[in-house]
């Protein structure tokens, strides 16, 4: 039995389809060297030139350990690493529990 549980970033904010209200200084970063993303329904800004797998470390999650849809498709596992965050990508964000 595998269950879904949403993903929580390095400050502990719960990340779903759904409003969130994040920390002021996560949105606040220089509009020059950002870009315009959400990540899980939320609006997000991160720096430009950086990979998937590099937001994930940024957002304190394990690139290993989740699974990642951009614009409504699913990235392999294998690409993470090489795939660039572009402005205005949309980003879902889940991890497996296993159980039994």
Do not use: C
Request: proline share 4%.
């Amino acid at each position: 039995e595998v269950e879904v549980r949403p993903v929580q970033d390095k400050n502990y904010i719960t990340h779903l389809r759904g409003g969130v209200q994040l920390p002021i200084w996560r949105l606040s970063m220089s509009v020059d060297q950002s870009l315009s993303v959400r990540v899980n329904g939320d609006h997000r800004r991160v720096n430009a030139g950086i990979s998937i797998f590099t937001m994930l470390n940024d957002l304190g999650l394990d690139p290993g350990r989740v699974a990642v849809e951009r614009n409504l498709e699913v990235v392999p596992r294998g690409q993470i690493r090489e795939t660039m965050v572009e402005d205005g990508d949309d980003f879902e964000i889940v991890h497996f529990v296993g159980g039994g």
